[in-house]
């Protein structure tokens, strides 16, 4: 016998047996023909728990990123002797890992390959800091950063620079911690200045991966650009042009002027801040629209 765990598409966790749930969807079916019900045409997850063993089953194509985050989370806290993954393409794949990290690694891959990005949704480039404008508090802050970094993030008393990251720049920062290779890039702190991105996501992000966003297409290529960053250990300004797709903003297209600052930390490892200022005068569409015209 197992035990059997539903995230819903919320990510709300329900006992596999819950009449509640059940009764939502009028379902009259075993657990497990309601189980799989629910993750091959809702997107929810279905885990079954063996003693120390576990099997997750889910549907790439219809997962949603709520459930998905909450998944991840409750991984986090437990410890298995192995891990079974059961994804849905045109038939259930199965798959057998040893650890955590392992096993969420295979599932965000069977993701990535439904969720994939559309040509041109993510489009950056890089700018010299002369092209960074001094219009406003929060443009001069970011230029006093950028000028004074090296001291900045290596300074023991560093009062100095969390006056300016709290004071000037708006809550758009984030600061980022990551191992030495740079894989593991996790949310230190989030401010509150990003419109995009929900309270409820906020609260559970810190100490999560920097990829598990509720949009996630978006969250791998921030990934990836910060990655970019962190091994170059330089100062990075760019203009950006995305379109994200998360709760609170639906489908919609933010552009920015975006400054990564990544530093070494005392005790080992590396460290970055993120901030960035919106400016709807950014068209890299209508750029690569010339180009290939």
């Known amino acids: 016998m197992s035990d059997l765990l539903i995230f819903d598409d919320l990510g709300t966790l329900w006992d596999g047996g819950s009449t509640r749930l059940r009764a939502s969807f009028g379902a009259d079916q075993t657990h497990e023909e309601f189980s799989a019900y629910v993750v091959k045409n809702m997107g929810f997850i279905a885990i079954n728990i063996y003693g120390r063993s576990c099997e997750i089953r889910l549907r790439p194509s219809l997962l949603k990123q709520l459930a998905f985050t909450a998944l991840c989370e409750w991984l986090a806290k437990r410890t298995f002797d192995r891990i079974v993954t059961v994804h849905f393409e045109a038939d259930w794949v199965y798959g057998l890992h040893a650890t955590r990290q392992i096993a969420i690694d295979r599932l965000e891959q069977a993701l990535s ?8 949704d993510y489009l950056m480039r890089s700018i010299a800091l002369s092209e960074l404008p001094r219009t406003t508090p929060q443009h001069q802050a970011l230029h006093s950063l950028i000028e004074n970094w090296p001291a900045l993030s290596q ?11 709290k004071q000037s720049l708006h809550g758009r920062y984030h600061i980022i911690d990551a191992n030495d290779e740079c894989q593991d890039m996790t949310f230190r702190e989030i401010g509150t200045g990003f419109v995009s991105y929900s309270t409820d996501w906020v609260a559970r992000a810190i100490g999560k991966s920097i990829a598990q966003q509720e949009d996630q297409t978006y969250g791998q290529w921030v990934a990836s650009t910060y990655r ?6 330089r100062p990075l300004v760019c203009d950006v042009d995305t379109i994200m797709n998360t709760p609170t ?4 297209r933010l552009r920015y002027k975006r400054v990564l600052l990544p530093a070494r930390s005392s005790g080992g490892g590396m460290w970055l801040l993120n901030s960035s200022i919106i400016d709807a005068t950014i068209d890299l569409r209508a750029e690569l629209l010339d180009k290939s015209a």
């Not at 300074?155 to 990251?165: F, M, P």
């Not at 903003?249 to 919609?252: E, K, P």
Request: glycine share 14%; proline share 3%.
């Open 249 to 252: 903003l639906g489908r919609a």
């Open 155 to 165: 300074s023991v008393h560093r009062d100095g620079l969390w006056n300016i990251i």
């Open 113 to 120: 390959k439904t969720q994939a990005v559309r040509p041109g």
């Open 228 to 233: 970019t960053a962190l091994k170059e250990g």
